[in-house]
C-alpha cells in the first residue's frame, strides 16, 4: 500500500495524488477486567463489507486500561489482535489509525467511562459518585473526574515516572509494534481530552452565558419559549430557537479557559508523544484531536505539533462534532444549523494549523429515518471542505445500520492525479462532479469509488470501471497535465 504523507493541507500518496479517505470508528472500550486478550471486532467478518462500501480507512480504538493493566507491562496479545485486524484491513486495501480511546478518564471513575488502568487514576480523595443524568454528566461537575485528569495533566510521579510519560512510553511501545504494518495511517494519541478543572469551570461559564444570551438576546423569542413548555416535544422547540450563530455565541464564553489549556497542558502532552513515537518510527500521520469542548464549537487553541523544536511535516487535525441531541432518540431532530456551525469552527482551526483534516468521530443514530437527512447535510458539508472523515461507530447489531449505510454508501474521489477544486455529490440526480489540476504527468490514475453500477462518463481521459461486488466499483480515469473535470451519472 502507498505511504501516506502530508503536503500543505492535502493528503497525498507516494504517487503523489491527493488523496480522500472516508471509514467508520471500530472501537473497543473495554478495560482489561479479569485478562481482556481480543478486541471485541477482531472476527473481522465487517472488513469485505467495508471494502465493498468503498471505507478506505477505519479508525480503530481500544484503551490504554487494555494496554498496560500493569506499570510498563504492555498486554501484547491483545496488540496482536489488534495488528491481525490491521492486517486484515491490509488485504483490503483500507488504511489503519489507532486511537487510544477513553470517556471520563477511567471506568474507575464512572461505570460508563473507560480509558486510564486504575494505577493511574488519582482522585485525591474526591468521592467518586456515578453519573445521573447522561452519560458524560462527570465531566460537567464531577468533581473525582476532574482531579484525575488534574493529575494526568500535571504528569503526576508514578513509581518514580510522571503518568504522561508512562503513556507516551506506551505509544512508543504501540508505534513500534505495528511500524511493520504497512496500512498503518496514523497515531491518534487521546481521544477528546477534557481539561479537568478548568474544564468545570467552562462548563459553569455555558450555563450562565446560557441564562444571559435566553434573557437578553432579542433574537431568542421569549413568548414563544414559554410556550414550548406545554407541548409534547417541548425541548426539540426550544433548541430550535438557538440556531448556529446563537449557538456559539454561548459557547464562546469558556474559549479563554481552554485556550490557555489547550497551548499550556495539551499542546505539550502532543508534543512528548509524538516525540516518543518519533524516536521509532518516522511512519505515520500524526493527529492533533480537539478537545472535549471543541466537540460543541469553542475553537481549539493548540498548536501545531512539534518534534525537537520542529515542526512535524506530517500531523493533521482531527476534530469531532455533535448535536445536543446525539445519543438519544431525539437525534431525529438534530440541527444542520448548530453542527453546521460547529464544524465552521473546525474549518477556522484548520486554517489557522495549515493542516489537512479527517474529522474522527461524527453522526449519530435514532429511530425512524428523519435523521438521515442530517447526516446527508454532513456529509456535503465534509466535501465542500475536502474533508476525510470516520464515522461514529460501527456495532453490528445496530438495527438501523443498513440505513446508515445506504447514506454513507456514495460515490467520492479515491485518489486524484492532481490538486482537487471541488468535488459534489448530487444526491437527487444521481450524478458525481470532480474539477482538478493536474500539474504532471502521474504513474498512478484518479479513481473514483462508485456506490452503484454507472450509466456515462464524461470526461476528457481514459477511463476503465473495475467492480468491486457485484453493485459497486472503482472508475479509474488516465488523464494528461491540465484542469479536468469528471462528470459520473449512475
Known amino acids: ?31 482489561f477486567g479479569d485478562g481482556k486478550t481480543e478486541h471485541c471486532h477482531a472476527s473481522c467478518d465487517w472488513v469485505g463489507k467495508f471494502s465493498e462500501y468503498g471505507f478506505n480507512i477505519v479508525r480503530l480504538g481500544f484503551t490504554w486500561s487494555a494496554v498496560e493493566p500493569e506499570i ?23 488504511y489503519v489509525f489507532l486511537d487510544i480511546h477513553q470517556d471520563l478518564y477511567s471506568d474507575v471513575i464512572d461505570k460508563a467511562g473507560d480509558g486510564a488502568p486504575s494505577w493511574a487514576v488519582f482522585t485525591d480523595g474526591k468521592k467518586i459518585v456515578q453519573h445521573r443524568f447522561v452519560w458524560a454528566d462527570r465531566y460537567f461537575f464531577g468533581s473525582a473526574c476532574h482531579k484525575a485528569f488534574d493529575n494526568f495533566w500535571n504528569n503526576r510521579s508514578v513509581e518514580g515516572k510522571g503518568l504522561i510519560d ?8 504501540i508505534s513500534e509494534y505495528f511500524d511493520d504494518c504497512p496500512n498503518v495511517f496514523g497515531f491518534d494519541m487521546l481521544n477528546e481530552p477534557f481539561p479537568g478543572t478548568p474544564g468545570g469551570k467552562i462548563f459553569k461559564k455555558l450555563i450562565v452565558n446560557l441564562a444571559r444570551t435566553t434573557l437578553f438576546d432579542s433574537r431568542i423569542k421569549k413568548t414563544k419559549l414559554i410556550s414550548s413548555l406545554f407541548k409534547e416535544n417541548a425541548i426539540v422547540e426550544i433548541l430550535d430557537q438557538y440556531t448556529g450563530d446563537i449557538f456559539l455565541k454561548i459557547t464562546d464564553a469558556g474559549s479563554k479557559i481552554l485556550s490557555k489549556f489547550d497551548k499550556e497542558k ?3 502532552f502532543l508534543n512528548k508523544v509524538s516525540s516518543s513515537i518519533r524516536s521509532v518510527t518516522d511512519n505515520g500521520i500524526l493527529f492533533i484531536e480537539g478537545d472535549y469542548y471543541s466537540n ?18 506530517n500531523q493533521c487535525y482531527s476534530p469531532h462534532g455533535y448535536d445536543f441531541f446525539v445519543d438519544t432518540d431525539l437525534y431525529k431532530y438534530a440541527s444542520d444549523s448548530r453542527v453546521g456551525a460547529i464544524f465552521a469552527q473546525h474549518k477556522k482551526t484548520q486554517d489557522r494549523l495549515s493542516v489537512p483534516v479527517l474529522v474522527g468521530e461524527w453522526g449519530g443514530s435514532s429511530k425512524g429515518t428523519e ?18 472523515s470516520t464515522y461514529w461507530t460501527f456495532t453490528p447489531d445496530r438495527p438501523e445500520q443498513e440505513l446508515v449505510l445506504d447514506v454513507l454508501k456514495r460515490p467520492r474521489p479515491v485518489a486524484v492525479t492532481g490538486n482537487i477544486i471541488d468535488y459534489r455529490y448530487d444526491k ?5 462532479t470532480v474539477n482538478f489540476a493536474q500539474d504532471k504527468e502521474y504513474d498512478a490514475p484518479t479513481e473514483i469509488y462508485c456506490h452503484k453500477p454507472i450509466k456515462e462518463v464524461t470526461t476528457c481521459g481514459e477511463w476503465e470501471y473495475e467492480a ?7 472508475l479509474i480515469v488516465r488523464t494528461k497535465p491540465g484542469k479536468h473535470r469528471i462528470t459520473v451519472k449512475f
Open 1 to 31: 500500500m502507498e505511504k501516506i504523507l502530508v503536503n500543505g493541507r492535502r493528503f497525498v500518496d507516494s504517487f503523489g495524488r491527493e488523496r480522500i479517505f472516508f471509514g467508520m470508528n471500530v472501537t473497543d472500550k473495554a478495560p
Open 72 to 94: 510498563g507491562k504492555y498486554n501484547t496479545t491483545l496488540l496482536d489482535s489488534v495488528k491481525n485486524i490491521v492486517k486484515e484491513c491490509e488485504k483490503k486495501g483500507i
Open 166 to 173: 508512562h503513556f507516551a512510553s506506551m505509544w512508543q511501545f
Open 266 to 268: 495539551y499542546s505539550p
Open 296 to 313: 460543541i464549537g469553542m475553537l481549539s487553541g493548540t498548536d501545531p505539533i512539534t518534534v525537537n523544536g520542529k515542526r512535524d511535516a
Open 371 to 388: 435523521w438521515l437527512s442530517h447526516l446527508e447535510f454532513l456529509l456535503d458539508t465534509f466535501d465542500s471542505y475536502r474533508w476525510s
Open 428 to 432: 437527487e440526480a444521481d450524478i458525481f
Open 468 to 474: 468491486l461486488s457485484e453493485s459497486t466499483g472503482k
